[in-house]
């Protein structure tokens, strides 16, 4: 999606190592959100952001912490994975956080084995 | 509590409407959302309402609201196959700045 670019795009890893996902935004929105999907369970919220250093957990944030040190840049980190954590991670950012909806990147696919 | 609720499949012949339901939870949400995720691929925003209205109309696609009961529909007409896709409904309560997404429902669109 334009303005929005996940990486890695793919990843296997082996359970118990610590790994990064990186979400990089060209908008300069305030919000920016980690959601993973899982089959019947839609999206699920994991953290976001609402500016540099502000930000707070979503319902699935056990396992997980998050950095924003820039606006542009929203990581997630998984300390030590696990094979529950495979899934796939999407990352959205919004202007305002209300309204006009979120934009979301492709995806970053990640299986822990 | 929040939660949003849909039917995991539906399918349809091409030139069909097709009907998408969604019901919530919450009375004091604001914007609900329609998005759209084809195969490998993240999600778009196709439309969505505000919560004081009860239809939004946006060419193939026409939302209606019902707030008594928390639900939520979308309607596409004349169903292509380039629809075939999974829709999620999500809502925006008032005192938060996050989305809440339903489970998703599969749309296959056959000839």
């Known amino acids: 999606d334009a303005g929005i670019t996940q990486s890695p795009r793919h990843k296997v890893t082996e359970t118990g190592t610590p790994v990064t996902l990186r979400c990089h935004q060209t908008?300069?929105?305030?919000?920016m959100y980690w959601y993973r999907q899982d089959p019947g369970h839609g999206l699920r919220l994991i953290h976001y952001?609402?500016?540099?250093?502000?930000?707070d957990k979503g319902e699935v944030s056990d396992g997980y912490s998050v950095s924003r040190s820039k606006t542009e840049d929203f990581l997630l980190t998984l300390e030590s994975a696990t094979s529950s954590q495979t899934s796939v991670y999407f990352c959205?950012?919004?202007?305002?956080?209300?309204?006009?909806?979120?934009?979301f990147g492709s995806g970053t696919r990640l299986t822990v084995v | 509590g929040e939660d949003v609720e849909q039917s995991l499949f539906l399918s349809v012949r091409e030139g069909d409407s097709s009907v998408i339901n969604c019901t919530y939870t919450?009375?004091?949400?604001?914007?609900l959302y329609w998005y759209k995720q084809e195969p490998g691929a993240g999600l778009q925003l196709l439309t969505y309402?505000?919560?004081?209205?009860d239809m939004k109309q946006d060419q193939r696609l026409t939302v209606l609201l019902n707030k008594k009961d928390k639900h939520l529909s979308l309607r596409i007409a004349d169903t292509q196959t380039g629809d075939s896709a999974i829709y999620f409904c999500?809502?925006?309560?008032?005192?938060?700045?996050?989305?809440?997404f339903g489970t998703g429902t599969r749309l296959q669109v056959f000839p």
């Open positions: 959205a950012i919004s202007p305002s956080g209300q309204g006009n909806g979120y934009t």
């Open positions: 908008e300069n929105h305030r919000y």
């Open positions: 952001s609402y500016g540099v250093k502000d930000t």
């Open positions: 919450d009375s004091s949400s604001t914007y």
């Open positions: 309402i505000f919560s004081n209205m």
């Open positions: 999500a809502e925006l309560t008032s005192n938060t700045d996050k989305l809440i």
